[in-house]
Nanobody
Framework: QVQLVESGGELVQAGGSLRLSCVAS????????MAWYRQAPGNQREWVAQ????????DYADSVKGRFTISRDNAKNTVYLQMNNLKPEDTAVYYC???????????WGRGTQVTVSS
């Protein structure tokens, strides 16, 4: 059974930093592309960042480029999202995502709340 468990969200002041973690189980993690999404109140869930299985390729939404860094530790089955220079508009529930594909279902974690105060 696939499980994705996020942690690290909290209340932080604007300009601060947080690191989110997502621990995966039930999959061969080192073979999987992973992603982070977020959803602010009243908004649709939006894609934030993605990292390929070996960590060699990353991609970011324009809104976070230069401030957020996605990384992974395949030995720990963990994907991270380092968030720097946080802004109030980064306030959202952040979700870990295992993208679906031709032979793979999509999975989501339960999310972790990030609140950035101005």
């Amino acid at each position: 059974q696939v499980q994705l468990v996020e942690s690290g969200g909290e209340l932080v002041q604007a300009g601060g930093s947080l690191r989110l973690s997502c621990v995966a189980s039930g999959i061969i993690f080192r073979f999987k592309t992973m992603a982070w999404y977020r959803q602010a109140p009243g908004n649709q869930r939006e894609w934030v960042a993605q990292i390929t299985s070996g960590g060699g390729t990353t991609d970011y939404a324009d809104s976070v480029k230069g401030r957020f860094t996605i990384s992974r530790d395949n030995a720990k089955n963990t994907v991270y999202l380092q968030m720097n220079n946080l802004k109030p508009e980064d306030t959202a529930v952040y979700y870990c995502n295992l993208p679906g594909g031709p032979n793979q279902d999509e999975y989501w974690g339960r999310g972790t709340q990030v609140t950035v105060s101005s």
